[in-house]
């Protein structure tokens, strides 16, 4: 533990939550529609022990500000800090809180990407939950940290997220992909070989430092979509529920970006449903190539994309090697998500660096994820 966290004789717990790369259903979770993300091995450690006062106390191996704070008079409002996210969690679960436990001290570090795409704010978000969980016996379970990390997230740090990011970190399942309507939080799995298929991220090295304000803006866009076409629509209760002939017989009468975003969520939806199918029937071909049409998309009517971006999903495209890939997470920089034939991960690579190395004058980040079994305590000894 860190020294600038106190002295205190508690003993020190270790937690660790994953991140996640979401292949299918891309802008799809805040719209009600399907997605398929899976968690990786990558994630977030968070070192935490108890207080003897009524204090909590955060740091970072990033460094940055701490936060110091009685738990009676936490900060209501957000400060941009980091630890807006981990303390958006705290409020949610104070009241849950026995009285005779005290205060904590939570260090956090892990090695998943800031703003890469890979979910690093509902890793935090759901890794503190479990945190407090465990250390406070509040009893909460999976369910609880979900719920604390999406309410913190949203209520707390101001992102108007869906409920895919937090979904895919706490229900993670290894060899896994999560099937997850987002219109009713039902949930299944389907299963990915690691013997057969690599998850293969690569980082364009854009970070996404105006994705929060952009990504709110795709929410608001989308909302003012749904305004005007639910009630052309019957029996809809979200974007996900208009249908493409809907759109094509009252699309005109609507501003040419909400046409756009529209088509986007339409066609993605039916995308996603089309690659739950090839993916039980175990043709990866035909869902890797549901993925490349996704970006593309994604590219031309959402707009999240970068040119970074797209030459990393055209060296995927290229290659024999890879089924197909997309941008992952919100856009607007952050990482592309590729399936691969395994062992055949390192042409991938040769050719995505080399082109991006001509382009671009730098390496892009490659690297092959592994499945994770989700949020958990581990062992220090």
Same mark, same amino acid.
């Given at each position: 533990?860190? %020294?600038?966290?106190?002295?205190?004789?508690?003993?020190? %717990?270790l937690?660790?939550?994953?991140? %996640?790369?979401?292949?299918?259903?891309?802008?799809? !979770?805040?719209?009600g529609g399907p997605v398929m993300p899976t968690a990786i091995h990558r994630g977030t450690l968070i070192g935490a022990r108890a207080r003897a006062d009524g204090r909590v106390r955060m740091a970072s191996t990033l460094g940055g500000e701490t936060l110091d704070a009685d738990l009676d008079t936490l900060p209501q409002v957000a400060s941009g800090a980091w630890f807006d996210y981990p303390l958006g969690v705290l409020i949610q679960l104070l009241g849950k809180r026995p009285q005779t436990m005290a205060g904590l001290d939570l260090f956090f570090g892990g090695d998943l990407p800031i703003g890469a795409g890979l979910s690093s704010s509902a890793s935090i978000c759901v890794g503190t939950a479990l945190a407090l969980d465990l250390c406070w016996g509040l009893g909460v379970g999976c369910?609880?940290?979900?719920?604390?990390?999406?309410?913190?997230e949203r209520g707390f740090v101001g992102v108007q997220c869906g409920i895919m !990011?937090?979904?895919?970190?706490?229900?993670?399942?290894?060899?896994?992909?999560?099937?997850?309507?987002?219109? !009713?939080?039902?949930f299944s799995y389907l299963p990915l070989d690691p013997k057969v298929v690599s998850i293969v991220v690569m980082d364009s090295g854009v970070k996404r430092e105006l994705a929060a304000g952009a990504f709110n803006q795709r929410v608001q866009e989308c909302k003012a979509?749904?305004?005007?076409?639910?009630?052309?629509t019957s029996g809809a209760d979200c974007l996900r529920d208009v249908k493409a002939d809907v759109l094509a017989e009252h699309g005109s009468k609507m501003d040419p970006?909400?046409?756009?975003?529209? %088509?986007h969520v339409i066609n993605e939806v039916q995308r996603t449903f089309q690659a739950r199918d090839f993916l039980a029937q175990g043709d990866i071909v035909a869902a890797g190539d549901l993925m490349v049409q996704s970006h593309e998309s994604l590219r031309r009517d959402f707009e999240v994309s970068v040119p970074e971006l797209d030459l990393l999903v055209d060296a995927v495209?290229?290659?024999?090697?890879?089924?197909?890939?997309?941008?992952?997470?919100?856009?607007?920089?952050?990482?592309v998500v590729a399936l691969v034939r395994r062992g055949q991960e390192e042409a991938l690579r040769e050719r995505a660096q080399g082109w991006f190395v001509e382009r671009f004058g730098r390496d892009p980040g490659f690297a092959v994820f592994l499945g994770d079994e989700g949020p958990r305590e581990l062992s220090l000894s």
């Open positions: 533990m860190d %020294r600038r966290l106190g002295s205190s004789s508690a003993p020190t %717990r937690f660790f939550a994953p991140g %996640r790369v979401n292949l299918f259903g891309a802008h799809l !979770d805040y719209n369910e609880g940290w979900v719920n604390a990390a999406l309410q913190g !990011d937090p979904y895919a970190v706490g229900y993670a399942k290894p060899g896994h992909l999560l099937w997850l309507d987002c219109k !009713d939080g039902s979509a749904a305004e005007f076409l639910l009630p052309l970006v909400l046409q756009r975003r529209t %088509r495209a290229a290659g024999e090697e890879s089924f197909g890939g997309r941008l992952t997470g919100a856009g607007f920089g952050g990482c």
